[in-house]
């Protein structure tokens, strides 16, 4: 068998075509245009090329764009009161602050330090709780655009053995809580877990999420499952230069795999999209109007 490619920049670009149509139909219709604020502390090279891609996308999207470029060695405490200015600030309804940050700052505490209504990476604890809880919540990207890609390739999930490898708060947890809300059948996988492979082969669903390159091998893989590959890990290509590769072992588990993603190409994009609806969504939500349409989140 040869699996399906799952092309997220695809629906990627779907999604943010969807954004762009409800944006222009909220301006004209009701006056507001949505604003994203996106905080880069340091210079990291990944995280600077992100942010870029996503003000871009934005922008690109009819939006407003606010980036806060602040050097790796500013204090905690500002960074503290950049967030709450934005917390107050009524054109910004989406506020993100690129992670990871410097080993000096407690992610933790400025996570918590953003207005819940405008935490549009769904990583604040009010957000966590009403997800784990089923209720309507701001969904934390990564794992939001692993969903959609799931629904759009399986379409109704319920009674699906899924299994989750990795247990982060931004994407394990989360995805856990996505695919139970679905009727899936959920293990969370682990550095701990006892027979790894033998537990991954009993899914129909595998999200690897562990950020260790090309784990996940063909012959852990139950034939036709569909496979979601959430890393995205920079390894030398042996000439010098660099490849991106992904958790899962594309070759090995496209072999026998139903469906796959590719990295890049796959959960990547659709992280950005997913951000651009949650801003859109935030805008709504804060000026008391109907939730968007056609973004199918
Ligand atoms: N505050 C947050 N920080 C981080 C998040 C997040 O969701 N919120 N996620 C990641 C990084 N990330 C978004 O911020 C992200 C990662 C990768 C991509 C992407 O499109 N990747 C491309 C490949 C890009 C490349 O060539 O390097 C792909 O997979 O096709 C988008 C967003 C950590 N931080």
Request: glycine share 12%; aromatic share 2%.
């Amino acid at each position: 068998m040869t699996a399906k490619v799952i092309d997220g920049k695809a629906h990627a670009a779907r999604i943010r075509a969807a954004v762009a149509d409800n944006v222009a139909r909220l301006r004209e219709a009701n006056g507001v245009t949505p604003g994203l604020a996106v905080v880069l502390v340091g210079e990291d090279p990944a995280s600077q090329v992100y942010v870029r891609s996503k003000g871009r996308m934005t922008v690109e999207a009819g939006m407003q764009s606010f980036e806060h470029k602040l050097d790796v060695g500013v204090a905690e405490a500002e960074l503290l009161a950049l967030v709450e200015r934005l917390n107050a600030d009524p054109a910004v309804h989406g506020i993100l602050v690129q992670l990871p940050l410097p080993d000096h700052m407690d992610s933790a505490k400025v996570i918590r330090t953003i207005d819940p209504a405008k935490d549009v990476d769904g990583f604040h604890i009010s957000n966590v709780g009403l997800l784990g809880t089923g209720q309507k919540a701001m969904v934390p990207c990564t794992p939001l655009g692993c969903l959609l890609m799931l629904r759009e390739t399986l379409g109704d999930l319920s009674g699906l053995e899924a299994v989750v490898i990795g247990r982060s708060n931004i994407v394990g947890k989360p995805m856990a809580h996505l695919l139970l809300g679905e009727s899936c059948t959920v293990t969370v996988a682990h550095s701990r877990t006892r027979d790894l492979p033998g537990v991954v082969r009993r899914a129909d669903i595998v999200v690897a999420a562990v950020g260790r390159p090309e784990m996940v091998k063909g012959d852990w893989i139950k034939p036709g499952a569909t496979v979601i590959d959430v890393g995205i890990n920079r390894v030398d290509a042996g000439d010098g230069k660099t490849r991106l590769v992904g958790d899962v072992d594309y070759e090995g588990c496209s072999a026998i795999a139903g469906a796959i993603t590719p990295v890049p190409g796959g959960v990547g994009p659709m992280t950005i999209a997913c951000l651009l609806a949650n801003t859109l969504t935030a805008c709504c939500r804060a000026n008391g109007l109907p939730e968007p349409e056609g973004l199918g989140v």
